[in-house]
């Protein structure tokens, strides 16, 4: 039997829980360091590996990075840190010899991601980044069905998401709602949108127009929703609001982010109308791919349902997805040129992302031969990131931008 491949992971919050969880499943895999600037969610992660049968990791502070990468002997990084720290944590693990597995996006603005792949050209090393929505059978249905030339050469898609006001708050509760840490919801969110069309279309994004507005959210909002407090926690100006997120409530999130405010005073729980929110809630681009192909895409973070609709026309027909993600509803519609609507709705997933999340962990971690050729390398992760930065230098400058002048691919 082959020793363990020895793993940290970088970044211990919610998100993380997805592969502290899968790696404790693998025996191929031994988590041995965990690094975060909070110890309190590194014990959180150090008590789901013990109930997992499996031995405690030792504890790391970001100050420590490189030295862990070597004392530790790591040969897989797993990072999940917050969005703009993913370079820092990505370029020294390659260049120390280690792969990299990423959740998306890879990072956040254009000069950390030229950087990104200039250090992947530079060691020749192994980056890969979880777009897991490309392993959620419903999205692997509408790849076969434009693969096999169902609706004939695809002209335009048509993209409308829409976060619900429970899910779509949260960006604006959390680090995300700066920007400065996420990029915005063009990046953070989106790419996993930009992603698939890509993906579904085999094409590459050339030019992005689009027009960003913080229209809800934030101060000044005058929607008869606002409530006058900074966060929830125990602030009785919360206890009425649809909004508030009550941490107390929730013991995962107790204890990763309630028990752990002394540490670093991050709180998970802010005011969506509160100041600091600098990203936007309602989006529309314009977007044309070397195929020829278009796609008009529009993004709102106030909805009142969840879910997403995808509409595709070529040159014999019309491709439909339709899915409400809080009732799991899923339809896909083929609907031909002279020819009736054929259903081709696949059976809904219940597991996390629609069955994508345990996919892509198979595709990354077990090599999975029915998986592993859809998952996204560094320069596949790039073209998902360019839409979004492109959209974020078209918000602030009012023109089209050229996806070739934000990256060199």
């Known amino acids: 039997m082959s020793t363990p491949v020895r793993t940290a992971i970088v970044g211990t919050g919610h998100r993380a829980q997805l592969f502290t969880e899968g790696l404790a499943k693998r025996d191929a895999y031994d988590v041995v360091a965990l690094c975060d600037s909070n110890s309190v969610r590194m014990a959180f992660h150090n008590r789901m590996l013990l109930a997992a049968g499996r031995r405690t990791a030792h504890q790391w502070p970001p100050a420590r990075f490189d030295e862990m ?3 530790e002997r790591i040969e897989l990084l797993v990072v999940t840190s917050v969005d703009a720290t993913h370079d820092r944590y990505i370029g020294s693990a390659l260049r120390a010899g280690v792969r990299v597995i990423s959740e ?3 990072t956040t603005d254009e000069v950390k991601a030229q950087r990104i ?30 693969a ?3 609706i004939g050469d695809v002209h335009s898609v048509h993209f409308e998401w829409m976060l619900d006001v429970s899910h779509g708050a949260d960006y604006f509760r959390r680090w995300h709602r700066d920007k400065a840490n996420s990029g915005g919801l063009m990046v953070h969110k989106a790419s996993h949108h930009f992603d698939l069309v890509n993906w579904w279309l085999g094409a590459e994004p050339e030019l992005v127009y689009g027009r960003g507005q913080l229209a809800f959210y934030g101060p000044g ?13 125990a602030s009785a100006e919360s206890l009425d609001d649809p909004f508030a997120l009550q941490l107390a409530d929730n013991a995962t999130l107790r204890e990763l982010y309630l028990d752990a405010e002394g540490e670093d005073g991050y709180y998970r729980d802010r005011n969506v109308f509160a100041p600091g929110v600098t990203i936007e809630d309602d989006m529309a ?31 014999r027909g019309r491709l439909e997805l339709d899915v409400e993600e809080s009732t799991f509803r899923t339809s896909i519609t083929l609907r031909p040129l002279w020819s009736p609507p054929v259903d081709h709705t696949v059976e809904p997933d219940h597991t996390g992302h629609g069955g994508a999340d345990p996919r892509v962990l198979a595709a990354l971690l077990d090599n999975d031969p029915t998986q592993g050729a859809d998952v996204a390398d560094a320069r596949q992760a790039a073209l998902a990131l360019v839409t979004g930065l492109a959209a974020n230098r078209s918000f602030a400058t009012g023109q089209p931008v050229r996806t070739a002048d934000v990256l060199k691919l």
């Open 104 to 106: 998306k996006p890879m």
């Open 285 to 315: 681009l314009l977007v044309s791919y070397d195929t020829g192909a278009t796609m008009t895409y529009h993004l709102t973070a106030y909805s009142p349902a969840e879910g997403y609709r995808v509409m595709f026309n070529g040159s």
């Open 148 to 150: 096999e030339g169902a």
């Open 69 to 71: 990468l070597r004392v």
């Open 117 to 146: 792949l200039d250090t992947v050209r530079e060691t020749g090393g192994s980056l890969s980044v979880a777009y897991n929505y490309r392993f959620n059978p419903v999205h692997r249905r509408v790849r076969s069905l434009l």
């Open 221 to 233: 909002q005058q929607h008869g929703y606002a409530r006058d407090y900074a966060r929830a926690h």
